[in-house]
């Protein structure tokens, strides 16, 4: 289950090119964690993250929906999310 | 003894709080105050964690009734707790999670556990009592305390509602996306709503939809307390939000434009709040109309030969303002811009002098340097840094940094370097950083 999919590398690529990571979108592993130990975003990233998101697949993320934490938590839950929810 | 009230205007069955579409009145707020200043420690000092608003204010009142000062610690990195936890041994933590700072005893915040009583009257606090304690991030590296008076506090929040022109039978509810622990949000969120009776939503949204919902959960009239960063992205989302009769914005400049269209897509009106850590609030001006900022009733203005300061009865003395301002008389003044050393990043002052301290103490950095490159676009603008640590990797350097200095300073990103282009007095110019950080992109290009 390591394959990344091709959201996946879609997403990766907007991950980075919205927050002017130093990183190379194929190098996020889907399953890493994207806050904290990981990639070491925060809540302003979260914050101008959801706004692309919502840019580009018209899904409106919101923290009181319970899956957030978990939506947030990698790569690969950001995109299951945003394929669930996805307008665009 | 001169004191103030803890509350403005007391109506035991008034709403104080909204949590979940559930309301929760002034009576019970007295009542589950009483419970808990029974139970606190015999302390001097108490650091209040509590994410949820309403118990975050139960315990400050709580502290308050027992004589007690709430210390407000300037992050919640690790490093941040542990220093002023060793500052202040003598302290007890008070929380609705599972937070544990150091060795030192954490006490929950009770959810409702009083019933309200017709009988509970209204505590009276000295005004020269020390409220709160906030912080600084000093150049030494140490953070530097601000003690606040309870009667600080309350001048501020009255004089702030009279230029907002809060009436108590407005009965307004606040909701803020801004941390209850900072001044701004202690000041606009908590100290502001219980003077003038009015009531405030028990979360912290984040999202726009977050926002909305919020929003949406209580009554109107509604004021937002926000900051641009949070304004921005609800206009970027172009959300429906909810009537709100004002929207107060601050710790960090706002522009006219993103004003204009907040007020003409949420049909409101947006005030920004100036103030600094150690002054407290102290102006406000409708952004889209003025450029200067008024200050508030009590406070005067001084042109001093190395600078600007104010003065307030509730001063103790004079206080220079950290950003370039220029007076226009005694009431208004213009702000020009930042002292080179204060960097502001997602509404969260730093000093950039403290955070090269940080960087340098850290094991295996022989020399390094915090950068805040030219604002470009509408993002936020982050620092980078350059860093002399032959043989250590960024990642071990970032991991060090992250125990040490709030996250939102955190290098994007740490450039590893053969050293620094210092000059012949050891001093680092911005032209020399710049020059280096173009020559770095020309080497990512070339793929070198």
Not at chain 2, 17 to 24: D, L
Not at chain 2, 118 to 131: E, G, L, Y
Not at chain 2, 343 to 356: A, E, K, P, T
Not at chain 2, 373 to 380: A, L, N, Q
Request: aromatic share 6%; proline share 7%.
């Amino acid at each position: 289950m390591s394959d990344v999919s091709s959201l996946e590398a879609e997403v990766a690529k907007l991950i980075v090119r919205t927050l002017t990571l130093k990183v190379d979108p194929a190098q996020i592993q889907p399953e890493e964690p994207l806050f904290g130990d990981g990639l070491g975003l925060d809540s302003i990233d979260a914050l101008e993250l959801s706004l692309a998101i919502s840019q580009f697949y018209g899904h409106q993320i919101r923290s009181d929906d319970p899956d957030t934490v978990a939506t947030f938590a990698s790569l690969r839950s950001l995109c299951q999310s945003i394929e669930k929810h996805r307008t665009k | 003894m001169n004191t103030a009230a803890l509350l403005g205007p007391y109506h035991a069955d008034r709403v104080l709080a909204w949590e979940n579409g559930s309301p929760i009145t002034y009576g019970r707020f007295l009542s589950d105050v009483g419970a808990l200043a029974d139970l606190l420690p015999e302390k001097p000092t108490v650091i209040n964690l509590a994410d949820d608003r309403y118990r975050f204010l139960v315990g400050f009142a709580a502290a308050l009734v027992r004589g007690q000062t709430t210390l407000l610690p300037p992050s919640r990195a690790p490093g941040a707790l542990a220093q002023i936890a060793r500052d202040y041994g003598t302290s007890y933590c008070l929380v609705d999670g599972t937070e544990q700072v150091g060795q030192l005893p954490s006490y929950q915040i009770p959810k409702g556990t009083g019933s309200p009583t017709d009988t509970a009257k209204v505590p009276q606090i000295p005004i020269d009592h020390p409220a709160v304690v906030a912080f600084t991030s000093g150049s030494t590296g140490h953070p530097h305390p601000h003690s606040k008076t309870w009667g600080s506090l309350v001048a501020v929040a009255r004089s702030t509602g009279t230029r907002l022109g809060l009436k108590t039978s407005d009965h307004m509810t606040v909701v803020a996306t801004v941390p209850h622990q900072h001044m701004y949000g202690l000041e606009a969120s908590i100290m502001l709503p219980i003077q003038h009776g009015m009531a405030f939503h028990v979360g912290r949204p984040l999202f726009p939809e977050d926002v909305r919902l919020a929003l949406a959960g209580v009554p109107s009239p509604r004021m937002l307390v926000t900051t641009p960063l949070h304004i921005r992205a609800c206009v970027t989302a172009r959300s429906r939000l909810p009537h709100v009769e004002c929207i107060l914005s601050a710790t960090a400049p706002l522009s006219r434009s993103l004003a204009k269209q907040a007020e003409t897509l949420f049909q409101t009106t947006v005030y920004e709040v100036y103030g600094f850590t150690e002054a407290g609030s102290l102006a406000t001006r409708r952004t889209v109309a003025e450029n200067a900022w008024h200050v508030l009733d009590g406070i005067t203005l001084h042109q001093e030969s190395a600078g600007c300061s104010l003065q307030a009865l509730y001063l103790r003395e004079p206080i220079p303002f950290p950003d370039l301002v220029s007076l226009q008389g005694p009431h208004r003044f213009v702000l020009h811009g930042r002292g080179t050393d204060l960097v502001n990043i997602g509404g969260h002052r730093g000093s950039l002098s403290d955070l090269n301290q940080k960087l340098n103490e850290i094991e295996g950095v022989q020399d390094g340097v915090f950068f805040l490159p030219d604002e470009t676009g509408t993002s936020v603008t982050r620092l980078i840094a350059f860093v002399v640590a032959p043989g250590k990797a960024a990642e071990h350097i970032l991991s060090a940094l992250r125990t040490v200095i709030d996250p939102l300073f955190l290098p994007r990103p740490l450039h590893l370097v053969p050293h620094l282009p210092r000059n012949e007095t050891g001093k680092l110019t911005r032209e020399a950083l710049l020059g280096l950080l173009q020559e770095l992109h020309k080497e990512e290009r070339h793929g070198t």
